[in-house]
């Protein structure tokens, strides 16, 4: 079982950056692939990005090319997700989730974590 904790939400300013983290408990991280989803209100949960279990593959949502940047550190367990020029509408909960292979769709993931705000103003 893998357990996943975000941290790095906040509040900031349209324009800004924020790095976002997920740090994976147990031995098998390096044996997942890893996304970032987000959830805004009244809004369906979206996919932001996704990692290969190596790193050497990674896909966006078109939203977000260009602009966010997954990555990882499978020495550290943990997965980032680097965010500029930061819009209102990246405004959510941000989570990361763990699943078998390089997936868009939400339920083929495996484990999630609690998720963290980030909320951008204009």
């Known amino acids: 079982q893998v357990q996943l904790i975000e941290s790095g939400g906040g509040l900031v300013q349209a324009g800004d950056s924020l790095r976002l983290s997920c740090a994976a408990s147990?031995?098998?991280?390096?044996?997942?692939?890893m996304g970032w989803f987000r959830h805004a209100p009244g809004k369906e949960r979206e996919f932001v990005a996704t990692i290969s279990r190596s790193g050497g593959s990674t896909y966006y949502a078109d939203s977000v090319k260009g602009r966010f940047t997954i990555s990882r550190d499978n020495a550290k367990n943990t997965v980032y997700l680097q965010m500029n020029s930061l819009k209102p509408e990246d405004t959510a909960v941000y989570y990361c989730a763990a699943a078998r292979a390089v997936v868009t769709q939400s339920p083929l993931y495996d484990y999630w974590g609690q998720g963290t705000q980030v909320t951008v103003s204009s």
């Open positions: 147990g031995r098998t991280f390096s044996t997942y692939a």
